[in-house]
């Protein structure tokens, strides 16, 4: 016992980080004055929040107003029309042509909250109409049925599969009922348990992926609309019926794979949080593109109730806004809550409201890289710092290291535009300072992240510095890890 005392286990490296800010005094006083008033966000002009699909509720548009409708139908996890909701994310210091523009959209006033699928924390009402449903489908069930991978009447999931139903229907139980019987005839036709383990390419892998988790512990799923424009990809899934067809297949294969992929226990999480990049997405001409998805809408509407978090809509074009407005009256309240809008300048900063920048891929403004081994010191398991650019300062992360190791470091900020230098001041008198990256300015066609390591021989500190001489507001994004010490 002696002998385990005299030795113990080495302490970990210790490290202080600190961030401080400073004015460039490069920038004339003008420029500084945007201090005491902070410089307008015009970006909202350029490209304006988009509309979401029509609802069921109302009649469907005209064939030529549809291409909205296509964009959106093709999700990662679809759900009862009146679930994809919609709300424009506010400039908060608006032009007065944005304010004009602003007032003529719906507002969104709740923020959505999902429901709990606890049966404690229902109403004596729900209660009352699951229990009638669980009966209505156990006096209708002759045999062992299974859905999302979930036997239907065995265990406390079955509640949660039921509410989905039920919340679709308004907790009407007589059409609740009705619709899980026609989505399990259709799931008998069309052979989803067969599907499952078809092979049926890999052509759209970078159409719609799966990638990280939100803030709140959901699945994320992206879909990336702008892949349509290539005209082989386009004429290969879109050009005859059979190869619609084919491709409706292939998204309800993804669909089950991803929904068997959720927690249906009462407490888990059971829905997916949905990105859709709309940057350069096919417009209203794609007349394949918009019967391909009619049809594929209509089954997810009818069989998939429930199932979306929140969908946030990047890169939205202007031509949403003309049929958002149209159909924004005959939304409900809860419809609009789930739904967020950005245009390109501002998507970087959306997502980072709903998903960490650690779990968002690189090519959205995150520092999560997929297949790749690139950076192999880093993984979506490693948390990120954010840290917001005044205009026109400087802002350095002082990282004081105690103890002889490596250290490795990665970071970007979106856009950059900025100039990055990195340096390590060592704590003794007689040291001098080692310029590891010297000032350099990086444009948004450098490489999106940085990456660097140091060997730590004498104790001292490490210091990232960012000079932001632009008139806008960035957001510096980095992180770091300590490896042991090696000669």
């Known amino acids: 016992m002696a002998d385990s005392d005299s030795n113990p286990p080495p302490p970990p490296v210790t490290v202080t980080v600190t961030h401080s800010e400073t004015a460039n005094p490069d920038v004339p006083a003008l420029a500084l004055a945007t201090e005491a008033e902070p410089l307008r966000d015009n970006t909202a002009k350029d490209l304006p929040p988009s509309p979401p699909l029509p609802q069921p509720e109302q009649p469907a548009p005209e064939e030529d107003t549809s291409a909205p409708e296509a964009v959106q139908a093709d999700t990662c996890q679809p759900e009862q029309e009146k679930d994809v909701v919609a709300v424009a994310e506010q400039n908060p210091n608006p032009t007065p042509q944005e304010q004009e523009r602003s007032d003529k959209l719906p507002q969104n006033l709740v923020s959505f909250k999902e429901e709990s699928n606890r049966v404690s924390d229902l109403s004596d009402s729900e209660k009352a109409s699951l229990e009638e449903f669980k009966k209505l489908l156990a006096d209708s069930i002759k045999e062992d049925v299974s859905i999302w991978g979930v036997p239907l009447l065995k265990d406390e999931r079955t509640d949660v599969i039921l509410l989905k139903f039920l919340r679709a229907r ?73 190869k619609r067809n ?92 789930k739904l967020v809008f950005a245009g390109p300048s501002r998507s970087p900063d959306i997502l980072f409201k709903y998903i960490s920048p650690e779990q968002v891929p690189i090519q959205y403004g995150g520092l999560s890289v997929d297949f790749c081994d690139c950076n192999p010191d880093f993984s979506m398991s490693d948390p990120v710092t954010e840290i917001p650019l005044k205009p026109t300062t400087k802002q350095t992360v002082e ?22 230098s990195a340096e390590f001041k060592p704590d ?34 490490l210091l990232l510095t960012i000079d932001n001489s632009t008139l806008k507001k960035k957001r510096l994004l980095y992180r770091f890890k300590i490896k042991p010490y090696s000669d």
């Open 170 to 242: 308004d907790f009407k139980v007589t059409d609740a009922f009705a619709m899980i019987n026609s989505t399990l005839r259709w799931r008998k036709d069309f052979k989803i348990d067969a599907l499952l383990d078809e092979d049926l390419g890999d052509d759209m892998d970078k159409v719609v992926f799966m990638h990280g988790h939100s803030r709140e512990g959901h699945p994320v799923c992206y879909n990336v609309y702008g892949e349509f424009q290539n005209k082989d990809l386009y004429d290969k899934t879109f050009s005859t019926e059979e």
């Open 246 to 337: 084919n491709f409706l297949r292939w998204r309800i294969q993804f669909l089950e794979r991803s929904i068997r992929k959720l927690d249906f226990t009462p407490g888990g999480i059971n829905t997916i949080f949905q990105v859709n990049d709309l940057k350069n997405s096919p417009g209203p001409a794609k007349r394949e593109l918009r019967l391909a998805t009619k049809q594929a809408l209509q089954l997810l509407q009818d069989n998939y109730p429930e199932f979306v978090a929140k969908q946030v809509f990047i890169n939205a074009p202007w031509w949403y806004l003309a049929f958002y407005t149209m159909i924004s009256p005959f939304m409900t309240q809860r419809t609009k809550s």
């Open 399 to 420: 990282i004081a290291i105690y103890e002889k190791c490596i250290i490795v470091w990665e970071l970007r900020v979106v856009g950059w535009e900025v100039s990055y």
């Open 428 to 461: 003794a008198k007689d040291g001098y300072a080692v310029i590891i990256q010297k000032a350099t300015k990086m444009s948004p066609t450098d490489e999106p992240v940085v990456s660097n390591s140091f060997k730590v021989s004498d104790l001292g500190k």
